[in-house]
């Protein structure tokens, strides 16, 4: 499914470029879901960026393929075609544009990237009815603009709704469980969990073990100062839990 | 129905000047050389088969027009106009002049029908290329039958709907009461040259107690051939009637002339209300240097007249070089409402002044001004707005909202707004942003699948929704795919 070898990454500053990812590497096989943990600042949003193909980071070295297609390639709304999908910490507002045009919008654009046939209106309103039933969200947030006014967990759920009406392949959870209680946090893996299928491999990045206790990962990796330093079983999450990161960030300096 | 008070002509004389006493004069018949003379008013008007008092209004006005100094008040830079290197009578252009066929085109503008699904026959007429299949411009209905049924339904109401030409022929009376009551001939230079020259526009007389059966527009309009140049509509809505209108077109209308100067003047009686939405999308120039683009100098103001008068323009202006625009309202009636609705996209090389007046006249007068200007490329996008409350408005409310959103680095985004009031219990409210479209909106989009242009349209289209949300339905969904049109090349 997806295979990253030695990706280097850099972001622009003031003071001239700095080396974020130095060098990852990491297999997640299909139907797979693998955990990215570390410390702030270890490079875990940066990964999923640069995943997704954000222009602010530049790619000085590796390779990222997603079935074999060089993802590193292509443009960010290809990259989602060919089944990329990234739930954001922090989802962004569109004032004025309501939920179910941007969905609409969204699934059209893939469909027609894919060589499918764009959806009528009816079928799309079918579609998105039955996603927000399934999720429990309410119809009346589709009329909303996005993301504007939405609370925490409306967000949260509201990135579950698009990833499960995209159909992607593989799916990067971006610190889905900060700024959630314990109900919302639920809600969002009973989604992802339904999701969860043999052709369909997951990268949830987390600063806490607890989303792994409701998304129970195959694989957990410790990301730490742009590095992958340990991998390990779902043990290892929770191993961290009780000894903190500091150990990682020892190794690494 | 009462006619124009003199309290409100001398506030418009306030706001324009005045002009003095014309005279009648023969008809002469040879072909209208360029340049600009009373010959050639002559020329106009004897074309037409006008009565004589039209043209000593048109006369009046020319003679005006010599003396009229250019307004330089704008935020627009152009080359002074030479008005004698330009055509005045809107005869049918010679063969050399357009394009022969589509292909001489440019490939960029089929390109743009192509997006607005228009069709081949209606392609020619907008690039205006010459000897085309001869058909007139109800290709652009359907059928002839759509228009026939059209004019009938009208007929049977009551509702006078004409070319502004027969009106002066066939309803002397209104054009001679109406006509220049809410934009007197020296109101401005570029008003002031349509009031001498002007060669089409519309006419529309709803009478008392009608909601117009259906939404009019110049688009419906049969012998609209010659659209453009110097259009002049007069709209009266009589105590308690109700019109639409819609004037102009999302596709690109390219034009050989360069200066475009419109006048639109509405009247609304007791209890009567216009809505009048527009769409305006004249070729904007190159997109490097701004060349060839049409300078669009449009003078549009309505008197609320009546009682409970009320007036709402809506506006979406995407084309034109240069844009100098303000649609007015003179809230005079007591309880009288003026709304003003804008988006004003500027790309390339584009300039667009434009904004509204509100004057308040009567009592408990309303405006509300929503304006949303987007200005992407190199071009640079001024609201200008005038809230001005007379010592009698007394209980006179406003409530004014100017966002704008640059895209890019190289763009300008600026926001006049003069308030002027002269009655203490006026509330007037003003709100103002300014910000530019993110990164973080636009690699949403993108990780969703939305391509940067498609992306940036639904931005925008988003940020641009109130003011859509009053453009008729049937207008709206065509002028939403122009918003995204406007803006390409801006991102990427």
């Known amino acids: ?30 139907g797979q879901v693998h955990a990215i943990m570390g410390p ?79 959806l009528d209106a009816l079928a799309m309103l079918k579609r998105i009815k039955a996603a927000c039933a399934r999720l429990g969200i309410a119809d009346d947030m589709m009329k909303r603009s996005v993301n504007v006014g939405f609370s925490g967990g409306e967000k949260k759920r509201n990135e579950v709704l698009q990833m499960a009406m995209l159909e992607p392949k593989f799916c990067v959870l971006d610190e889905t469980d900060s700024g959630l209680d314990i109900d919302a946090l639920k809600v969002v893996a009973d989604g992802v969990n339904a999701m969860r299928s043999p052709d369909r491999s997951f990268l949830v990045i987390t600063h806490y073990q607890r989303l792994l206790d409701y998304i129970r990962p195959d ?28 150990e990682f960030l020892d190794e690494v300096a | 129905m009462s006619s124009v008070s003199k309290e409100t002509i001398a506030t418009v004389a306030d706001m324009a000047g005045r002009y003095e006493a014309g005279f009648v004069t023969d008809i002469e018949t040879e072909k209208a050389p360029k340049g600009l003379s009373e010959d050639i008013v002559r020329f106009i008007s004897g074309k037409k088969g006008e009565p004589d008092w039209m043209l000593g209004w048109r006369l009046k006005a020319y003679r005006k027009w010599l003396e009229m100094p250019e307004p330089e008040w704008a935020k627009v830079d152009f080359p002074p106009l030479d008005y004698q290197d330009a055509y005045y009578y809107a005869a049918p252009k010679s063969a050399g002049d357009g394009p022969k066929s589509l292909d001489d085109v440019d490939p960029k503008l089929l390109e743009t029908y192509e997006k607005l699904g228009i069709p081949l026959r209606e392609q020619e007429i907008l690039a205006g290329v010459q000897n085309r299949t001869p058909v007139a411009v109800d ?8 228009a026939t049924t059209f004019k009938e339904k009208l007929k049977e109401a009551g509702v006078i709907f004409c070319s502004i030409s027969e009106a002066i022929k066939n309803h002397p009376d209104l054009v001679q009461k109406y006509m220049g009551s809410v934009v007197p001939p020296g109101d401005n230079k570029h008003a002031c040259l349509n009031s001498a020259v002007f060669t089409d526009g519309s006419f529309v007389y709803i009478p008392p107690g009608v909601r117009c059966p259906m939404e009019l527009s110049t688009y419906f309009r049969i012998n609209e051939l010659n659209t453009g140049q110097f259009e002049r509509t007069l709209i009266i809505a009589d105590k308690g009637s109700y019109v639409s209108y819609l004037e102009g077109c999302t596709a690109p209308m390219r034009d050989e002339n360069q200066l475009h100067a419109a006048v639109v003047e509405l009247i609304v009686h007791d209890d009567a209300e216009i809505k009048y939405s527009t769409v305006q999308n004249w070729y904007p120039g190159d997109f ?9 100098f449009v003078t549009k103001r309505a008197l609320c007249e009546g009682r409970n008068a009320k007036v709402s323009w809506t506006q979406v202006e995407t084309g034109s070089a240069i844009t100098w625009k303000y649609p007015s309202c003179i809230l005079k009636g007591d309880n009288s409402q003026g709304e003003f609705y804008s988006v004003a996209i500027t790309n390339g090389r584009q300039q667009a002044d434009t904004g509204t007046k509100m004057i308040h006249i009567g009592k408990n007068t309303k405006s509300r001004i929503i304006s949303k200007g987007i200005s992407a490329g190199r071009s640079n996008n001024t609201y200008r707005g005038l809230v001005k409350i007379l010592p009698k408005a007394e209980g006179a409310r406003n409530f004014t909202q100017c966002d704008s959103l640059l895209i890019g680095d190289h763009c300008g985004a600026h926001t006049v707004p003069y308030i002027e009031s002269r009655n203490k219990s006026a509330r007037l409210e003003h709100e103002a942003t300014t910000s530019k479209i993110s990164e973080d909106q636009l690699f949403y989009c993108t990780q969703r699948g939305i391509d940067e242009e498609e992306a940036l349209a639904l931005i925008v ?32």
């Open chain 2, 139 to 146: 290709v652009v209905f359907d059928s002839v039958s759509v």
């Open chain 1, 219 to 246: 694989v957990v990796h410790v990301l730490a100062k742009g590095k992958i330093v340990k991998t390990g079983g779902p043990e290892l999450a929770k191993e961290l839990e009780a000894t903190g990161y500091a």
């Open chain 1, 40 to 118: 702030n600042g270890s490079g875990k949003s940066t990964l999923s960026y640069v995943l997704a193909g954000r222009e602010d980071y530049e790619v000085t070295g590796g390779t990222v393929e997603l079935d074999g297609i060089d993802l590193l390639d292509l443009e960010p709304e290809e990259r989602a075609a060919a089944g990329l999908f990234l739930a954001f910490q922090y989802p962004v507002e569109i004032p004025g544009v309501n939920m179910s045009t941007f969905l609409k919008t969204a699934i059209n654009s893939i469909r027609k990237q894919r060589g499918a046939d764009e």
């Open chain 2, 461 to 492: 289209n988003g940020f641009a929704r109130e003011v859509m949300q009053h453009l008729p339905m049937e207008f709206a969904v065509e002028a939403q795919k122009l918003v995204g049109i406007s803006l390409e090349g801006s991102v990427g």
């Open chain 1, 1 to 30: 499914m997806l295979h990253i070898e030695d990706l280097h990454a850099s972001i622009e500053t003031d003071d001239g470029a700095r080396e974020i990812l130095k060098g990852i590497s990491l297999d997640v096989p299909a």
């Open chain 2, 288 to 296: 490097e240097t701004g060349q060839g683009g049409v300078y669009n």
